[in-house]
């Protein structure tokens, strides 16, 4: 099911990038057995850079974005590309904090102080790397000002995940940006409509009743409900957003051949091997005749 729209307000001034983000950030909180702080922060993460990979213009264009701070979380790293496939993993998912005192998840002391990176492959010769430093760890400060600082581009960035009963139950993430030529009265009624929009998550659980129309739609309506009839977005575009990961046992058959002649053997010597994927936590076994095989390939 469709789980992300793109939109344009009927003046042309911003575009949106919206997803309804509860069974993405659900289904990794999973693999990883996330704490609610550390579900929270990945998935926030998680919804971030898939928007981000559907703003991709190439079919192999993919990104990767990292968060790495001096807080008990380590590392947050995720990938997307432009067909809308995200995965990620958090370093220490288990680690949880006391509730700050607003009663929200501590997701900026679960993260610290640090940076964040944006690597683009766009098919290029090299990659594009943009990096700042984290403004708050909440994660959609740290994106606005990345879009700000490193692209240039007026953003506003939304994201929000609620945890009950030990798991995720809504999800959402938004990302407004600035167009060319903007009208100065569009942007002065969006900026009055997000100073008083009600959390992002609670609103995502709404949108999830039952009813006729799309949640993400709903959503969309949800969010710029009182803004003024000729500055309401349109959506132009049905998406979606999805936990995929591209692990496979040739893959780690590549990368046991990529440590090299010396240490594969070291490991073919004591017959058997085990390798874990940090995306999805899948485990590939390797017994003595098939590492002996992939000695005899190795350089």
């Known amino acids: 099911m469709n789980n992300t729209v793109i939109a344009v307000d009927k003046s042309g001034s911003y575009r949106v990038y919206l997803t309804l983000g509860t069974e993405l950030a659900s289904e990794a909180a999973m693999i990883h057995g996330c704490s609610h702080t550390a579900a929270a922060a990945l998935g926030r993460t998680l919804m971030a850079t898939g928007l981000m990979g559907l703003m991709l213009k190439g079919e192999r264009d993919r990104l990767t974005v990292q968060i790495k701070g001096d807080g008990p979380a380590r590392e947050i790293l995720v990938c997307a590309n432009s067909a809308g496939d995200v995965k990620g993993y958090i370093s220490e998912p288990s680690v949880e904090l006391p509730l ?30 943009g990096r700042i430093d984290l403004v708050s760890g909440e994660i959609a400060e740290d994106f606005t000002q990345y879009f700000m600082t490193s692209e240039q581009q007026p953003s506003s960035v939304a994201l929000g995940v609620r945890m009950e009963e030990g798991a995720v139950a809504s999800a959402a993430g938004m990302i407004i940006q600035v167009l060319p030529g903007a009208d100065d009265e569009a942007l002065s009624a969006l900026e009055d409509r997000l100073f008083f929009m009600d959390s992002l998550s609670l609103l995502a659980k709404d949108a999830m009743e039952p009813g006729p129309e799309l949640p993400v739609r709903k959503l969309l309506r949800l969010i ?53 994927c940090h995306f999805c936590r899948s485990s590939y076994d390797f017994d003595r005749e098939e590492l002996e095989r992939l000695l005899r390939e190795a350089k």
């Open 100 to 129: 700050k005192s607003n009663g929200k998840l501590d997701v900026g002391g679960l993260v610290g102080k640090g940076t964040l990176t944006v690597i683009k492959d766009l098919g290029l010769r090299e990659p594009y790397v």
């Open 224 to 276: 710029f409900s009182g803004m003024p009839e000729q500055y309401m977005p349109e959506a132009l575009e049905e998406r979606e957003l999805r936990w995929h990961c591209d692990c496979s046992r040739e893959r780690m058959e590549r990368a046991l051949i990529s440590i090299g002649k010396k240490d594969l053997s070291e490991i073919a010597e004591d017959g058997h091997a085990e390798l874990t």
